[in-house]
């Protein structure tokens, strides 16, 4: 089961508020304007800025 669409069309980076989207064959989700990766865990979206990496 993947993470709902409705879900992914309201969340936002709690860093920055910056829209994220799917990355890494959907396990992760990357913020556009600080470039934190959140991880998607058990379908979960972990949105804890602690749990975050930041990548280019």
Do not use: F, G, N
Request: charged share 30%; hydrophobic share 45%; with cysteine.
């Amino acid at each position: 089961m993947a993470v709902d669409p409705e879900l992914l069309s309201i969340l936002v980076c709690p860093e920055c508020k910056a829209p994220v989207h799917l990355v890494k064959q959907d396990t992760a989700l990357k913020c556009e304007r600080c470039h934190r990766v959140y991880p998607i865990k058990d379908d979960i979206p972990v949105m804890l800025i602690d749990e975050a990496t930041i990548e280019a």
